[in-house]
Nanobody
Framework: QVQLVEFGGNLVQPGGSLTVSCAAS????????MAWYRQAPGKQRELVAT???????NYADSVKDRFTISRDYAANTVHLQMHNLKSEDTAVYYC?????????WGLGTLVTVSS
């Protein structure tokens, strides 16, 4: 099994920056792709960014050029750097790890963008 714990969520002003992180433990050797999702109040959970084992990344159109996903294999951690934050980025951010045929989810960390 894989366990995920997110941290780093905070209140940030519009235009500001924040990095959220996710620490993985357990059967980390079996993890393939890791991802960040988010869920805003009253909305469905949506994919934000993914990073494959080899390092290739993909981003939702709404965050391209503003967010960067990275993976620290030595620390078993994945990070999401967020810049030029907007009010619509306010959400609970969830970490996800695929270790076929299973998926693991963290409990989320809250990011609030407000003045």
């Amino acid at each position: 099994q894989v366990q995920l714990v997110e941290f780093g969520g905070n209140l940030v002003q519009p235009g500001g920056s924040l990095t959220v992180s996710c620490a993985a433990s357990g059967s980390i050797f079996s993890i393939d792709t890791m991802a960040w999702y988010r869920q805003a109040p009253g909305k469905q959970r949506e994919l934000v960014a993914t990073i494959a084992r080899g390092g290739s990344t993909n981003y939702a159109d709404s965050v391209k050029d503003r967010f960067t996903i990275s993976r620290d294999y030595a620390a078993n951690t994945v990070h999401l750097q967020m810049h030029n934050l907007k009010s619509e980025d306010t959400a609970v951010y969830y970490c996800n790890a695929a270790y076929p045929p299973f998926l693991a989810w963290g409990l989320g960390t809250l990011v609030t963008v407000s003045s």
